[in-house]
């Protein structure tokens, strides 16, 4: 294979070309899929001081949990703290809009939802938010997916998704796993 | 390489120790997590040992080697003696007592913060001190490396740079860069905190600055690698280097990319704005040219090996080379893993896609199979290239085929361990827990998954044992007759450099493209916290009874 100078800068601008066009096809799909379908990560940019957001506000005991707002928008509030979540389950309505809300007294800590593309990190400071539709009923895992200490490993919550007819909120708007 | 044998092999054996004792961790650290009882099994040594793995291989297998590695292409590439031989050695000094001591402290359980750090856990500040000796070790490497290159340019004037030291130097200063992040969190925040003089911190701006280095870091490691690939893999398998300014240009460019990318590790995080992540998210797309560039020029670098040693053909010129070279061997099976390893990472770099797998087993899965697989698999192969030079002795037959064994045992064992986690992690298996409850019908079918995981890992185990016997057993042999071996010859270019542009013989105009980059990238998402600093979290010390 006796490829001259020439060949060999040519076939690497070849290749440098395809490569290019790899990469502008990547990013378009990125471009489209933020666009077009609104596939963005959670950044909300809300902050909140980790060392009251226990004593006043919206994350006070009280409103924790699952609640249908005044407008019908469906919010579930969490707190995540070393080493639980509170409340330790939740319920929530299937094919129906539902904003996660969550925020740390301590340390980062981080959510998913099993069989779900629910995904934030919790990090002292900040609110993070979280929009979905729960597609299929059933009890779902939330985990703690952050270290934030020894007792990680045992942080587990539980999101009880169930079908609208089953979703009854009290004379407050909530819904509890206990009142399920 | 004459002058000094013992600084290389100083780095490298201390850099293999600490690899193998960290390897008997990995394994253990599976095993805790299977549904198999192992022993000593609680979280305490739980996240000792995930932070002595990550801390080990992440930071002292690599940066130890990587400075080895480097004194060597210093005085074989460039033909001289290495300047600054006793920095050279008070950085080793330095560097080792920092890990002793980091390791130390982690054992005691007084650092249980795993390599990331967490901040507000705070640890022991000795496991801090511990690991700024060792980056402060690697500070005085990029310089001696920075020097060697420029006196050998005064001294040769027009000449190109050696592409081995080139890339070698390329990394020094990439990794200067790279460690200006954590080193502002260690010693701005971290640090302080750790000892006592501040109760709080700004957990925003720590994860941060933490990203600045979160992912050139990965290419500092990965570097040493893509050195072989270039200047050994196709002098092994009896060829010559495609382009010899490709390897340029994909160095530079390297430099360039790695760094203003680091955000896309906090596309989950509350506190950056979706736009400055959709930046970086452009800007990461951008890592994949220099390293799909590598596989082209590597793969064309073989054909021509392969066709000279007689192969003809579409792909007949693959089955006629060299694979006994363990170099040969170790490339290609580097390669193999990189497709896997590049294709994961192009999800966990997706904006959106992102969400899917983040905090997953997927992205322990994906950082093993590219860091574990194809990076280390090429720092076992550039140690049997390099021993015969630094210990005068000479690999035989049997010592060739036993390191054949360990390449293949390292490469089944990293796919077998790494298929099941990436399956595992797209279902949901979050990451940094001791263990599961496999009794949860939910999670139930992951137990035969994550079983055959930790094969893989006893797999792993037993090649990075037979790597530490290959390396014993070599050096223990009688040297050489007074011949001693080859010396080591850098793979040619097919064309020889005639001309070469001064942008790709030196990296001043490459430096300021860093920082026009880095300030485009990162000058709001950390300025943001200066301008207003996050609600202040409490420091929570894990070393001290709450």
Not at chain 2, 277 to 291: E, G, H, I, R, S
Not at chain 2, 340 to 363: E, P
Not at chain 2, 503 to 519: E, Q, S, Y
Request: charged letters at 10%; one cysteine or more; aromatic letters at 12%.
């Amino acid at each position: 294979m006796a490829a001259t100078e020439h060949e060999v800068v040519r076939s690497e601008l070849r290749w440098a070309a395809a490569v290019s066009v790899f990469v502008v096809i990547i990013f378009g799909l990125t471009l489209f899929a933020a666009l077009a379908l609104h596939r963005n990560p959670p950044s909300n940019l809300e902050r909140i001081d980790p060392k009251t957001l226990h004593l006043t506000g919206e994350f006070t005991e009280p409103n924790l949990g699952t609640r249908v707002e005044q407008n019908g928008q469906v919010t579930t509030r969490i707190v995540a703290t070393q080493f639980a979540f509170i409340p330790p389950c939740v319920v929530v309505p299937a094919d129906r809009e539902v904003t996660l809300r969550l925020a740390s007294p301590d340390m980062i800590h981080g959510i998913l939802v099993s069989g779900t593309n629910v995904n934030t990190m919790v990090v002292p400071g900040y609110v993070s938010q979280v929009h979905t539709v729960f597609r299929t009923t059933g009890n779902l895992l939330m985990p703690c997916h952050e270290f934030c200490g020894l007792g990680h490993s045992q942080m587990l919550a539980r999101v009880h998704v169930v079908p609208a007819q089953d979703f009854r909120p009290d004379a407050e708007g909530r819904v509890s796993c206990e009142a399920q | 390489m004459k002058h000094n044998r013992n600084l290389v092999l100083a780095h490298l054996w201390l850099a293999f120790a600490v690899f193998a004792i960290a390897a008997v961790f990995g394994v253990w650290l599976m095993w805790v997590r299977s549904p198999l009882h192992a022993p000593y099994e609680n979280p305490q040594n739980y996240f000792r040992s995930v932070t002595l793995h990550g801390v080990s291989m992440a930071y002292v297998l690599t940066t130890f080697f990587a400075m080895g590695f480097g004194y060597f292409v210093a005085e074989t590439a460039l033909g001289r003696d290495i300047p600054g031989i006793r920095w050279a050695w008070a950085a080793f000094v330095a560097g080792a007592i920092g890990a002793v001591m980091a390791a130390l402290t982690v054992l005691a359980g007084d650092a249980s913060v795993l390599y990331t750090f967490y901040p507000p856990l705070t640890a022991s500040p000795l496991f801090y001190i511990g690991l700024v000796l060792v980056v402060g070790g690697s500070w005085v490497w990029c310089t001696i490396m920075i020097v060697a290159m420029t006196q050998w340019k005064r001294a040769n004037p027009g000449l190109a740079v050696p592409l081995a030291m080139f890339a070698t130097v390329a990394n020094a200063i990439m990794w200067l860069w790279t460690t200006v992040g954590v080193a502002a969190e260690l010693l701005f925040q971290v640090i302080p905190a750790a000892l006592g003089w501040t109760d709080t911190v700004d957990v925003g701006m720590s994860r941060t600055l933490f990203s600045w280095t979160l992912h050139a870091i990965v290419y500092f490691w990965l570097l040493p690698a893509y050195i072989a690939f270039y200047t050994m893999a196709p002098e092994a398998a009896g060829g010559r280097l495609y382009s010899d300014t490709m390897g340029r240009l994909t160095f530079v460019l390297f430099l360039l990319y790695s760094l203003p990318v680091g955000l896309h590790h906090l596309f989950m995080d509350p506190e950056h704005s979706t736009g400055f992540k959709f930046v970086q998210t452009a800007l990461t797309a951008l890592v994949t040219v220099p390293t799909l560039l590598t596989v082209f020029t590597i793969t064309a670098s073989f054909e021509v090996a392969g066709r000279l040693n007689g192969g003809t053909g579409l792909f007949g010129w693959l089955r006629a080379l060299p694979w006994r070279q363990p170099m040969v061997l170790a490339t290609g099976l580097a390669f193999f893993m990189l497709w896997f390893g590049g294709g994961g990472g192009l999800i966990n770099m997706s904006y959106g896609m992102n969400a899917m797998i983040h905090n997953t087993s997927w992205v322990t899965a994906h950082f093993h199979l590219i860091f574990g697989g194809t990076v280390v698999i090429m720092y076992f192969a550039i140690a049997y290239q390099i021993w015969p030079q630094l210990t005068g002795r000479v690999a035989d037959a049997d010592d060739l085929a036993q390191q054949r064994w360990q390449l293949w045992l390292w490469a089944v064992g990293m796919m077998v361990m790494t298929l099941p986690w990436h399956w595992l992690g797209l279902e949901g298996q979050w990451r940094r827990v001791a263990h599961f409850d496999y009794d949860d019908p939910l999670i139930a079918w992951w137990a035969s998954w994550v079983d055959l995981s930790l094969l893989g890992g006893v797999i792993l185990l037993i090649s990075a044992s037979l790597f530490i016997v290959n390396l014993a057993r070599l050096h223990a042999r009688q040297p050489a007759g007074r011949a001693g071996p080859q010396p080591l010859r850098y793979a040619v270019p097919l064309h020889p450099i005639t001309r070469l542009p001064a942008a790709l013989n030196g990296f001043a105009l490459w430096n300021v493209l860093v920082l026009v980059l880095m300030a485009a990238a990162y000058g709001w998402p950390v300025g943001q916290f200066i301008a207003q600093p996050s609600p202040a979290a409490i420091v929570h010390h894990v070393d001290r009874p709450s």
